[in-house]
């Protein structure tokens, strides 16, 4: 919501933050007696301002300023404190109870302003006087939210970047370098330079990021737009994948050409197994976008952007923390692609694409002669194409979504779960007692945990990892007097090894274990009271237990509860003999795993046979199109099922080993006795005119 | 939206100063039933469970669960600026990052606010068994805080032995030995002056004197004090807080061997 905002308005927005903000701090200089003249003055000082001055909606806000100024300058004469505090009700509303300081803040103010205007920006101001200055700011930025509603998110963003400089908590105003000024510490630099680069950044992260990362410096908050728009870029390509694996591709020999265009797809997709198919795919598709196969050069630089973009969204699904250029690479390729882009969604969303695509896939001979009864009798087709069931669209999208997600999203959750591990270990009892007794307990426990950790077996390695952590224990605790040395070394003995292997662990437990570290002797709580973690899972987790019952479901090929029975006019189907939950393995799809260019030759093959059923099973996986046949008679049930375009399961990726499999899984519960159907997801012409019963 | 009246702020102000040196930060969990804090010191040799029950509040409103984590030294300071007598009223927003405590002057004259960030605090909750202790020790909460303040000046441990006659505190460091011997009461004339000893078995265990030492920082909350003990599981020190709840330390005992 927020993005959208920050597109609509791009340029306005940070210029007038800047030039309000900027032209706050040169008004709250009373060194004038005419207030606006002062504005004047300060606003060619600052060429900001001008932006400040040019925008109407301000008036208002200048306005109010102006009469403060006039306030002030009244107050000057006056000889001072009265109407200080009155200037203090003025701007901080909702600080009242520093209206006091304010007073000394307004003195100091006005003095450091006029030497900054002599010295033009010396920064021998008082730490008061900066202070000052950068509380100003961020009230003023306060007095904005309430004056602009319109602004009211975006300036909320910003009062909430400004608003640790408000704290002042751990005042740290030395002097200040520029680099230090991005950074946005609690104690950072109050000094004029240094509110521009606030005010600046604030103006960034306006225009460009959803969210105000806080301590991020100029550029980084610049690089971090393309990585937003990038992320967005892949979230919809996956989308339109999940569509366009509708199509089902076939390598015609045109198109196999392309792939030498393409080489940079092959070689930057980190996919396990990225091959002519997934290429090719998108150029079909693209094809089909435009609708125009007349000028084989526009479709050859189609193909090329088309390369790109793969690469593109390959990269974006690995490329967490990559580089800043690597980001505005992509992002510059990736912008001349937004329409082309969008053709593909259209296209591939569309049940005539479908038709198309299966036209096109059916090698060049066949399409010549349409009328011809089509090489197999339908296929199915793995997500079938939805637009008929808008409810279902989102079921299928998600579970098409999710094979195409997850080599990232397993990456985060290794991430994270690693991260939690550690956690965890730190709550470990920490072997900190010298005492022999102790530590070999503690050495088991830690076993026990499976820490990382060398084991007394090879003893040297253990005499080196002691040193090297007393060494490093030694330096951390250099500031804690507490311990005695030798509990020192005694309690850097006991854990070497954890330490050892992972430094930073070390570091965390040991700020931990700060203040009455005394605990020589003494056993930890944890030793007798059970941390209590919540049984609750995280989504990740549960995601990862139904993807491993998936697993052991197809290893031991499962198929309970399931009955072959035979219906009118359709001949075999399944029924369900026991209730299946909703998300629930019901049976797999078992048959030979074949490519495209095999599964074409079948067919071929198959077409001679008029007997022959439809078991060719369509689907894609990670850009890669594949097929399983199970037309053989094997006995198993997956094959049996019949079609119904509300049919009560879904298909599922399921990748064991390596190897794509497909699962069925129950759409929603389904009671004893109903028949399993799911949809064939066939929707060409040809498929309906031979099999009718395609359309129900 | 949380809100907690109190009439008097010396008691949130005893409660801050006895847990405050012991832990840095704490969460307050906030529920319909109280506000509960429990936490352990940084070396996790001891924990700090406090429990302030709802129905000993003057106001107390709790819409929804919340945890608030607090730097104890904020709020401590925060806490100074009452008088002794002032109303407390502690505020929060459900899922806000900042509470106000209020003072209110008796005669309504004087308000103060004070709003104070707060923190995400990542500790673990432990999960405290019921136990059935072996010696349950009542007795002054002073006479207490007097016999480890003493005993520390002899060693880093402190014994503490219960039987049938009485409780033994012994202390042998360096400079000599220490012991410390408390009878129970015979006639309790006052209640506040009794000792009392509810002995199932005979204990003694080691505990470190410093930590000890901390608790005894609850002692103008309470005038007695409860020590329960049991072999082999944490000293329980609990001081009760009038028609409010208690304070709870656990100190986990010393590793017993020969030298001590």
């Not at chain 1, 950074?183 to 000094?191: E, L, Q, R």
Request: a negative charge; hydrophobic letters at 35%; proline letters at 4%.
């Amino acid at each position: 919501m927020i993005m959208v905002r920050r597109r609509a308005r791009p340029v306005k927005e940070p210029a007038l933050a800047v030039g309000t903000s900027n032209s706050d701090s040169a008004l709250a200089m009373p060194f004038n007696g005419e207030p606006i003249s002062a504005v004047a003055a300060a606003a060619t000082n600052n060429l900001l301002d001008d932006q400040y001055f040019a925008s109407p909606k301000r008036k208002d806000c200048r306005l109010m300023k102006a009469h403060e100024n006039i306030r002030k300058d009244n107050g000057k004469a006056n000889g001072g404190n009265s109407t200080k505090s009155e200037t203090g009700r003025i701007i901080g509303v909702q600080l009242a109870t520093r209206s006091q300081t304010r007073t000394i803040e307004n003195f100091f103010k006005a003095s450091a302003a006029a030497k900054s205007k002599k010295k033009n920006g010396a920064l021998s101001e008082t730490t008061v006087g900066k202070e000052t200055i950068a509380e100003k700011k961020t009230i003023t930025l306060l007095d904005e939210l309430e004056v602009d509603e319109e602004e009211e998110l975006l300036l909320y963003d910003e009062h909430s970047v400004a608003s640790p400089s408000t704290s002042t908590s751990s005042p740290a105003y030395q002097n200040d370098d520029l680099e230090v000024d991005n950074s946005y510490d609690p104690g950072c630099n109050y000094t004029p330079t240094d509110i521009d680069t606030h005010i600046q950044i604030d103006a960034h992260t306006q225009t460009e990021t959803g969210i105000p990362t806080d301590t991020h410096t100029q550029t980084e908050q610049r690089s971090e737009s393309p990585t937003n728009t990038t992320a967005f870029q892949t979230h919809r390509s996956a989308l339109r994948d999940s569509h366009s694996s509708s199509h089902s591709s076939s390598s015609s020999a045109a198109t196999s050409e392309n792939i030498f265009l393409q080489e940079p797809v092959l070689t930057l997709d980190i996919d396990r197994t990225p091959t002519k198919a997934s290429s090719i795919r998108i150029n079909k598709s693209f094809e089909l976008a435009n609708a125009v196969f007349s000028s084989p050069p526009s479709v050859l630089s189609a193909c090329v952007l088309n390369g790109r973009f793969n690469q593109i969204v390959t990269l974006n699904g690995h490329a967490h923390g990559e580089e800043l250029e690597h980001e505005q690479e992509q992002h510059q390729m990736q912008q001349p692609l937004g329409g082309y882009e969008l053709d593909q969604h259209d296209s591939s969303s569309c049940d005539s694409g479908v038709a198309c695509s299966l036209t096109t896939g059916t090698s060049p001979a066949v399409s010549a002669n349409r009328r011809r009864k089509p090489a197999t009798p339908h296929r199915i087709l793995c997500p079938s194409p939805i637009k008929t069931m808008p409810r279902d669209t989102a079921l299928v999208k998600g579970e098409a979504l999710s094979p195409r997600k997850s080599p990232r999203k397993l990456k985060m959750q290794l991430a994270a779960s690693g991260a939690s591990k550690s956690r965890r270990r730190l709550n470990q009892p920490k072997p900190q007692a010298p005492y022999q007794q102790q530590q070999q307990q503690q050495h088991n426990h830690i076993a026990n945990e499976d820490v990382v950790l060398v084991d007394d077996e090879d003893e040297e390695d253990d005499v080196h990892a002691l040193l090297k952590a007393a060494e490093e224990r030694e330096n951390l605790n250099k500031t804690k007097a507490m311990l005695k040395p030798a509990a020192v070394t005694a309690a850097a003995a006991a854990k070497p090894k954890a330490s050892s292997t992972k430094p930073a662990k070390a570091k965390t437990m040991a700020a931990k274990s700060v203040p009455l570290a005394a605990t020589n002797g003494n056993r930890e709580m944890t030793e007798f009271f059970p941390v209590r973690r919540s049984v609750r899972k995280t989504k990740t987790a549960v995601k990862e237990e139904m993807m491993r019952n998936l697993e052991q479901a197809v290893l031991e090929e499962r198929c309970d509860g399931l009955q072959v029975r035979h219906f009118m006019g359709k001949g075999r189907g399944v029924v369900a003999i026991r209730r299946f939950k909703r998300n629930e393995f019901v049976v797999e799809y078992v048959g030979d795993l074949i490519s495209i260019s095999e599964a074409t030759e079948r067919e071929r093959r198959y077409a001679l046979d008029e007997n022959a059923g439809c078991y060719m099973y369509y689907f894609k996986h990670k850009n890669q199109q594949y097929c399983i046949d199970a037309t053989i008679d094997t006995g198993k049930l997956g094959r049996l099922i019949n079609h119904s375009r509300n049919g009560n399961l879904v298909t599922k990726v399921v990748v064991i080993k390596q190897r794509p499999h497909l699962v069925l899984l129950a759409k929603d519960d389904i009671e004893i006795g109903e028949e399993l159907t799911y949809d064939y997801g066939d929707r060409s012409k040809e498929s309906l005119l031979h099999h009718p019963w395609l359309a129900f | 939206m949380f809100e907690a009246r109190l009439g008097q702020a010396t008691i949130l102000k005893k409660i801050l100063d006895a847990i405050k040196d012991l832990l840095n930060e704490g969460t307050f969990d906030c529920s319909d039933s109280g506000i509960q804090l429990q936490a352990m010191d940084n070396s996790h040799v001891s924990l700090v469970s406090l429990t302030l029950r709802s129905d000993g509040f003057d106001k107390f409103r709790c819409d929804r669960n919340l945890s608030m984590g607090m730097n104890l030294g904020s709020m401590a300071k925060i806490l100074k600026c009452a008088n002794n007598e002032d109303n407390v009223t502690m505020k929060a927003q459900d899922n806000a990052d900042t509470v106000t405590i209020m003072f209110e002057s008796a005669n309504q004259e004087k308000v103060s606010d004070y709003e104070m960030k707060l923190m995400n605090l990542d500790q673990e909750h432990l999960g405290i068994p019921e136990t059935e202790y072996s010696c349950v020790v009542r007795m002054p909460a002073i006479e207490f805080a007097r016999i480890c303040r003493d005993l520390a000046q002899f060693s880093e441990s402190v014994v503490i032995c219960c039987t049938k006659e009485g409780v033994k505190f012994s202390a042998s460091g360096d400079v000599g030995t220490a012991n410390i011997k408390l009878a129970q009461t015979g006639s309790v004339d006052k209640e506040e002056e009794a000792v009392i000893i509810d002995m199932q078995e005979p204990v003694t265990l080691t505990f470190a004197c410093r930590y000890l030492n901390a608790f005894t920082k609850a002692t103008p909350l309470s005038t007695q004090v409860q020590l329960s003990m049991c072999a082999d599981v944490p000293l329980v020190v609990e001081y009760a807080i009038k028609d409010l709840g208690h304070i709870r330390y656990y100190l986990a005992p010393k590793i017993e061997d020969n030298e001590t």
